[in-house]
């Protein structure tokens, strides 16, 4: 079998294509922390919560009401963005004036009590949720088995946060969502609900979370702690891509897992630490990260 500096091919692709699929979940789920960032200023430490909470409304979905993957899909989204809303409505939009620590502290404690909730219901265990039928088996390739699913995963994720880049950076309702962040008496004047449409914004934010949520459901087992697992990387790759960068969030999440992929082939040990090491080194040569605006 060939090889590539001494690993054979197939486990090259294979490490990449898992690379890939993690890659994935960092590019939705940075993508969403940088919408809630960078237009509303807030650090949102539950997103990993939300993420959660995607999956397990997927679970329940099918086990609860009989509704199957493609259901929970579009549903699941929506029913954890409206969370989202109500959440924003209560507690987070008394915090927009206030310094950066106040919402990190908040989000934090509503993590932590979201988790606990579902900790204390679920177990840690974990819950199986089966790949659709339309979406089993793969495709034997030249030098790797690809399964369908987590090729379905990589597409999903690179049409949703293309889509969303789109949105933000070409068209007038993105005109109007900077705008507002920038200037919001202003954008009032002209006749837009600035506050709805923040609201909006961080319900948004909050569905790509859950989206996510949805597609790993397979993947991984559905349990409470999957997004306390991954949040963490997840701020290191909105650090390194530049805090509120849309751009950046997106092609630094699908590159780190590309590089977290390879390292598990060449240097195991360091798989677990070197989207972090990476971190601080970008932030030794450029603290706003890759892609951010130096203020």
């Known amino acids: 079998m060939p090889t590539i500096l001494g690993v054979p091919m197939q486990a090259l692709f294979g ?33 990993g919560a939300q993420y959660m909470m995607g999956a397990f409304v997927a679970w329940m979905l099918l086990n609860y009401a009989g509704l199957g993957y493609w259901w929970a899909l579009l549903l699941a989204p929506i029913v954890v963005g409206l969370f989202g809303v109500i959440l924003e409505r209560l507690l987070i939009s008394r915090l927009y004036k206030l310094d950066h620590l106040y919402g990190l502290l908040l989000t934090f404690g509503l993590a932590l009590i979201i988790q606990g909730l579902f900790r ?39 049409v949703v946060c293309i889509a969303t880049w789109l ?40 569905a790509l979370a859950a989206f996510a949520g949805v597609l790993a459901a397979p993947v991984y087992s559905v349990n409470p702690n ?58 030794l040569v450029k603290p706003a990260g890759l892609f951010g605006r130096t203020a």
């Not at 960032?37 to 539950?46: K, P």
């Open 226 to 283: 999957m997004g306390a697992d991954i949040i963490i990387v997840v701020f290191a790759v909105v650090v390194i891509g530049g805090m509120g960068s849309i751009l950046g969030s997106i092609v630094t999440g699908f590159t780190l897992g590309l590089i977290e992929g390879l390292t598990k082939v060449f240097y195991p040990e360091a798989s677990s630490t070197v989207i972090f090491v990476i971190m601080v080194l970008v932030l």
């Open 120 to 158: 204390n219901e679920y177990g840690v265990s974990g819950l199986p949720y089966a790949i659709p039928s339309e979406l089993s088996g793969g495709q034997r390739l030249p030098f790797m088995f690809l399964p369908n699913y987590r090729g379905w995963v990589v597409v999903a994720s690179l």
């Open 167 to 206: 949105v933000i950076e070409k068209t007038k309702l993105g005109a109007y969502l900077r705008a507002a962040t920038e200037n919001p008496t202003l954008v009032q004047a002209f006749g837009v609900n600035v506050p709805l449409l923040l609201t909006l914004t961080y319900g948004f934010g909050v």
């Open 15 to 47: 490490q990449l294509l898992l690379g890939l699929i993690n890659g994935s979940f960092y590019a939705i789920l940075s993508l969403g922390l940088a919408i809630i960032f960078g237009l509303l200023n807030i650090i949102n430490f539950t997103h």
